[in-house]
């Protein structure tokens, strides 16, 4: 069974920095791309940052590009979302997403998602 | 940035009717388009991909068409379970983006 567990939310004043990790298990970790989607309290869904199935391709949102860092660690199964200089409107769930791949192919939408985890961002 | 505008924003209706929901990109998407469910409290789940291929286990009642601008999800006859908010999302352009979502509530 496909399992994303999400931790390290929390509350954190703004300017500070937090550490997210995901703990992925019931598949090939290193063979898929994997995805940080945040939800403000009450609000849409918003794509924050991806990594290839190799740390060499990463992406991230305007919002938060120069501030996160995403990165893997393959050996351990392990996603993780570096945040820095942290706001007020990064308050959110930060949920971590699978990529759906098959045959070597990895696409763009997510088919299975963690529970997430709560970071808010105030003094 | 691809834009993608969902309505209506708020759809009700009651159980065994059908539901349309439309999702509108600013742009051509082709057919990369997803869309999603989600529950209070809980993380979205994946129903369509690439416009009309349903995702593992869910159920046919669930279907999506469209391709360019416009794509509509069709909930055929609805279960209690269906009430819930939906959202779509491109994968055409970097990056990429979500719809606003549309609430399907019990009338």
């Known amino acids: 069974e496909v399992q994303l567990v999400e931790s390290g939310g929390g509350l954190v004043h703004p300017g500070g920095s937090l550490r997210l990790s995901c703990a992925a298990s019931g598949f090939t970790f290193s063979t898929h791309t994997m995805y940080w989607v945040r939800q403000a309290p009450g609000r849409g869904l918003e794509y924050v940052s991806a990594i290839g199935t190799n740390e060499g391709s990463t992406y991230y949102a305007n919002s938060v590009k120069g501030r996160f860092t995403i990165s893997r660690d393959n050996s351990k199964n392990t996603l993780s979302l570096e945040m820095g200089s942290l706001r007020p409107e990064d308050t959110a769930v930060y949920y971590c997403a699978r990529g759906d791949c098959s045959s070597s192919t990895c696409y763009a939408h997510f088919d299975y998602w963690g529970q997430g985890t709560l970071v808010t961002v105030s003094s | 940035e691809i834009v993608l505008t969902q309505s209506p924003a708020t759809l009700s209706l009651s159980p065994g009717e059908r539901a349309t929901l439309s999702c509108r990109a ?72 979500f719809g606003g979502g549309t609430k399907v509530e019990i009338k």
């Open chain 2, 26 to 97: 600013s742009q051509s998407v082709s057919s990369y388009l997803a869309w999603y469910k989600q529950k209070p409290g809980q993380a979205p789940r994946l129903l369509i991909y690439d416009a009309s291929n349903r995702a593992t286990g869910v159920p046919a009642r669930f279907s999506g068409s469209g391709s360019g601008t416009d794509f509509t999800l069709t909930i055929s006859s609805l279960e209690p379970e269906d009430f819930a908010v939906y959202y779509c999302q491109q994968r055409s352009n970097w990056p990429l983006t």
